[in-house]
């Protein structure tokens, strides 16, 4: 089963009186068919977590376990290339690269990851599934805030990545969204057997996570658990 | 090459600037090394349709052929060792009537090999004394063939029997005629038998009255050749500096921003290499797409410019200085393949 643990993890940014801990002995688990949720105001450390679980930045202490083999020590081409395989992240804004169209999107998915990537079929199934099918020949800035989302998810979920990472994908939503979003991700965690790890302050969320973790000041603690 | 072909597809407005702005230095460029190389013909052409590689003239003339004086006792010393041609060179007025016309007489031997490289663009070669060949520049300017003419300071006729290709020397047309009219027309008594001994190979010389020059000395020993060439090479070399500049700010500012999507794409594990890549692929086309039109607009120009002016568009110039362009702008993509190269997803999305 997929996992991604981290380990007794912290992360200290500066020194003397600009010291700064972001995050103060973390120990988190998330799983495969699960959705896990990390609730906390801004400033909690949210961001920096997500990062550390995505490889993006190493910790200051502690470990980051993915199914049990480190991941905090790979650095330069090993953690790109861990990350584009297993890892995809939907991020609040940015996602979309603005002069390619949805297709386009999936098309360069395909330039850098020549293998493992999703079949037609499944990826068709998912563009119906997230209501995008019709959207293949437009570009970012011509997508809703709520079509722009489902279309990152989509990308993300194309190259068929172990982990899903999700930085506040309802920020830019109405309420019908973020219940349509919660349950997409549910949806991905449950069907597709894959461990979707959402960041956010929207509490709306709550209702479909199998797992919610508090995150205040550094500290974490464990709310739910399935 | 994904990412880029894309990118300039979408925002065809902003590149199509850049490529605009690219295009027009091009274009400058190729002007002005036109220019450069019309006007430096305009002092070496004649000199170069002999396929001559150095010369031997009087110390005292300073490097300058027209000005050179060569006695026989001094040529036939030189001759013992060099296979050099004698030419005769006066600098003077061409008269037709009303007509007058700067121009340098080139007098030669009547078996001078240095003819046999020169092309005429019609008429013969003067095979006696009293006819000569002008540079076909003068056509222009009403002359004829079998026309009477006088020249310099003498108060012979001469008759027009050809025009000559090329045939240009210190910025005045050429004359060529028979070395025994040089004497008369450059106004030297019988002692001086010429201006120098020109060959197509390396000459030497142990008398000290004497100088050797090759080609390269010989042209730069030219009033105003070297200042003129020199300001020309500055001011193509400057164009070329500010092209690099040009295309580095674009790319730079282009770069800046899209930061936030590349740093995403980082996130998603999109190698740095790739990116750069891109940049790189984009640069070479912004610039070959810039520089070939550059190429048209100047092959155009080349078309409608007047003859009068001095611009020569040889395509082997064109071709190196396009070169140039492409290679040295890629220079102005290495700011923005450093930024790329040390971006930080971690800077989008916060932590």
Do not use: C
Not at chain 1, 171 to 188: C, G, P
Not at chain 2, 55 to 83: F, H, P, Y
Not at chain 2, 261 to 267: E, G, I, K, Q, S
Request: net charge positive; aromatic share 6%; no cysteine.
């Amino acid at each position: 089963m997929q996992k991604l643990e981290l380990k007794n993890v912290s992360k200290v940014f500066g020194a003397g009186t600009n010291r700064v801990q972001a995050l103060d002995h973390v120990n988190f688990e998330a799983k495969a068919g699960e959705l896990t949720l990390i609730l906390g105001p801004s400033g909690s450390g949210k961001s920096t977590l997500l990062t550390i679980l995505g490889g993006l930045q190493q910790p200051t202490e502690g470990q980051v376990l993915i199914n049990g083999k480190r991941f905090d020590n790979q650095k330069g081409k090993t953690a790109d290339a861990f990350r584009l395989d297993h890892i995809g992240f939907v991020l609040q804004s940015y996602s979309l690269v603005s002069y390619l169209t949805v297709k386009e999107q999936f098309q360069l998915v395909d330039k850098v990851k020549k293998t493992g990537n999703l079949d037609i079929q499944r990826f068709q199934e998912d563009l119906k599934r997230l209501g995008i099918e019709k959207l293949l020949n437009k570009y970012p800035g011509e997508l809703s805030g709520g079509q722009s989302q489902r279309v990152a998810i989509a990308r993300a979920l194309y190259a068929n990545p172990d982990f899903i990472l999700a930085d506040e994908p309802t920020a830019a939503l109405d309420s019908a969204r973020v219940q349509e979003v919660a349950e997409l991700f549910k949806n991905i965690a449950q069907k597709e057997n894959k461990a979707v790890v959402v960041v956010t302050h929207d509490l709306r969320l709550r209702a479909e996570a199998d797992r919610i973790y508090q995150l205040v000041d550094g500290q974490i603690s464990l709310e739910k658990s399935n | 090459m994904f990412l880029a072909l894309h990118e300039m597809k979408k925002e065809k407005l902003r590149y199509g600037l850049v490529i605009g702005v690219i295009l027009l230095v091009a274009y400058l460029i190729f002007i002005l090394s036109a220019l450069a190389q019309g006007l430096a013909s305009q002092n070496t052409n004649a000199f170069n349709s002999w396929k001559s590689q150095s010369v031997i003239l009087n110390k005292d003339a300073n490097g300058n052929l027209a000005q050179s004086m060569m006695t026989r006792n001094q040529v036939e010393t030189a001759s013992e060792s060099n296979k050099g041609e004698i030419v005769g060179l006066a600098q003077g007025i061409l008269k037709a009537g009303n007509a007058r016309q700067s121009a340098t007489f080139v007098g030669l031997t009547e078996k001078s090999n240095l003819r046999q490289n020169v092309q005429l663009s019609s008429g013969h070669w003067n095979n006696n004394d009293n006819e000569v060949v002008l540079s076909d520049k003068l056509k222009d300017q009403g002359f004829h063939i079998n026309q009477k003419v006088k020249m310099g300071l003498s108060n012979e006729e001469y008759t027009i029997v050809g025009f000559a290709k090329k045939a240009v020397y210190n910025m005045a047309p050429v004359v060529y005629g028979s070395i025994d009219d040089w004497s008369n027309i450059k106004g030297v008594t019988g002692d001086f038998v010429g201006s120098g001994l020109i060959s197509s190979t390396k000459q030497s010389t142990t008398d000290g009255s004497l100088q050797v020059l090759n080609k390269k000395e010989l042209f730069n020993k030219m009033p105003g050749y070297s200042a003129q060439t020199q300001t020309f090479l500055f001011m193509i070399a400057f164009l070329i500096i500010i092209s690099i500049v040009i295309v580095a700010i674009f790319l730079y500012i282009l770069t800046m921003q899209k930061l936030e999507n590349l740093a995403v794409l980082r996130a998603q594990g999109i190698p740095s290499s790739y990116l750069i890549w891109n940049t790189l692929a984009q640069t070479v086309l912004i610039l070959i797409i810039a520089v070939l039109l550059a190429v048209v607009l100047a092959a155009g120009t080349a078309l409608i410019i007047p003859t009068a002016v001095p611009m020569s568009f040889d395509p082997r110039l064109i071709a190196t200085t396009a070169g140039l362009l492409i290679v040295t702008g890629i220079i102005g993509a290495v700011i923005p393949m450093r930024i790329i190269a040390k971006i930080d997803p971690v800077s989008v999305i916060g932590g």
